[in-house]
């Protein structure tokens, strides 16, 4: 059988796992080099999901509950590719967020900010023939957290990806234009080169606005693309 | 065209929203599963060796004729059909959850290898800016000595991929990953 492996990104472009600036990674981040692994039929596969896993109305956090959410309606829209610019068809994308006070419903969240009972702040879809996903949200608000002295999370909205493998599993943030808290957050500076942060900005965009409803805004996701050459398992 | 793979980003405190809250998978088995039963018990530690209580844990997995359901896995043989091979939990207050699955199959390695039967295990949680990759190997497993990918791991810590068994309950298994420090636990670079 043959079977072509995944390509690896270059390191500057992703996190690493050690970010003083962020307190977390120091009692968590491994202290040993990791082990490259050269892909096997492990890790080149992965779970492939189906329709069946996904409800229709999954992918608008506004109608999830009797009333309307509060906050900026919002569309957010992209497509999953993978790095030789294919588009992921049938791919599972989850989100979740806070709410439009900063506030996430969850256990553990404690920010003195009200929780909004027509909001829960999670959704999933799948991507369409041309790797297009949609989500119809609020926008979030940014809050505090106790990383370091008057410490604010930009907005932002998790993403998980898994593409086709274990190797492509993504999960990442995405922030919004003109965040004056995106420059000074160790989360999104803790990757090296700046391109590659920025790409993590959703853009507004006016193709997507919905007019007398919603912003509209994008963000595009790049997974691994594999290797040209094939080996032999 | 060549694109530039989007970056990771941690998943933060709340990722049970997202991930588990709907999306919970301990049971990887249905009733007609062929293969012998394992229960899985997993703990998290951090470098103090306290529980981190807040990791999503994800398991992916080939079946008990070591055959992954995936488009990908070309072998004529296909896979049991009652098969998907993806388990996804969060930790409790001790840092562990416990899967119920089988044991997996040898799966090919490259070139004329055998792979020994493993978990493929990705952890999630607050303070990882990605996820972070292990294996789980069943300790006793003669195919262990012929497995090419522990053959890349210093023999002196091999031993952090071992899950033991339960003496006392008959097909379980506990595997403890150590995020970082004493015995740190193998992290592979896939």
């Known amino acids: 059988m043959n079977i072509r492996a995944y390509r690896r990104p270059d390191p500057n472009t992703q996190p690493r796992y050690l970010y003083q600036a962020y307190r977390s990674t120091t009692r968590r981040a491994p202290t040993k080099p990791l082990i490259v692994l050269p892909h096997t039929l492990s890790e080149i596969t992965g779970p492939v999901y189906g329709h069946e896993d996904v409800g229709e109305m999954d992918n608008d956090l506004t109608r999830q509950h009797p009333g309307e959410p509060l906050g900026e309606r919002i569309i957010v829209t992209g497509r999953v590719l993978d790095a030789d610019g294919h588009p992921l068809r049938n791919s599972l994308v989850e989100i979740w967020q806070a709410n439009a006070a900063g506030r996430y419903a969850h256990h553990n969240d404690d920010h003195a900010a009200p929780l909004d009972p027509n909001f829960t702040g999670a959704g999933r879809t799948l991507t369409d023939p041309d790797g297009r996903y949609s989500f119809v949200t609020i926008k979030p608000g940014a809050y505090p957290w106790r990383n370091h002295e008057n410490a604010w999370r930009p907005a932002h909205i998790h993403f998980s990806l898994f593409g086709t493998a274990l190797a492509t599993r993504l999960v990442t943030q995405m922030y919004f234009p003109g965040d004056p808290l995106f420059p000074i957050d160790p989360v999104s500076q803790s990757i090296p080169d700046q391109k590659a942060r920025e790409r993590l900005i959703a853009n507004f965009d006016l193709a997507t606005t919905q007019p007398e409803w919603a912003l509209g805004y994008r963000f595009d996701i790049v997974l691994r693309g594999r290797e040209a050459t094939p080996f032999e398992a | ?190």
């Not at chain 2, 996804?88 to 899967?99: E, I, P, T, W, Y």
């Not at chain 2, 791991?153 to 595997?175: I, K, Y």
Request: overall charge negative; glycine content about 12%; aromatic content about 8%.
């Open chain 2, 1 to 190: 065209m060549k694109l530039v793979p989007t970056a990771s980003q941690t998943a933060g405190p709340f990722l049970h929203l997202g991930l588990t809250d709907k999306g919970s998978v301990g049971g990887m088995v249905g009733q007609t599963a062929i293969g012998e039963l394992v229960r899985i018990r997993i703990y998290i530690l951090d470098g103090d060796g306290a529980p981190v209580s807040d990791a999503v844990v994800e398991v992916w997995q080939a079946d008990a004729q070591g055959r992954y359901r995936h488009p990908d896995d070309l072998r004529p043989t296909g896979c049991d059909p009652t098969w998907r091979g993806f388990g996804r939990l969060a930790v409790d207050q001790q840092g562990c959850c416990v899967f119920e699955s089988v044991k997996p199959g040898r799966v090919p390695g490259r070139g004329n290898t055998v792979q020994a039967p493993h978990l493929n295990i990705s952890i999630f949680a607050r303070g990882l800016l990605k996820q972070l990759v292990t294996r789980m190997y069943f300790a006793g497993d003669e195919s262990n000595l012929a497995d090419p990918v522990l053959a890349l791991v210093p023999e002196g810590r091999r031993e952090t991929l071992m899950a033991q068994p339960d003496n006392s309950h008959p097909g379980s298994w506990c595997f403890e990953i150590r995020l970082c420090g004493e015995n740190e636990t193998v992290f592979f670079d896939v």
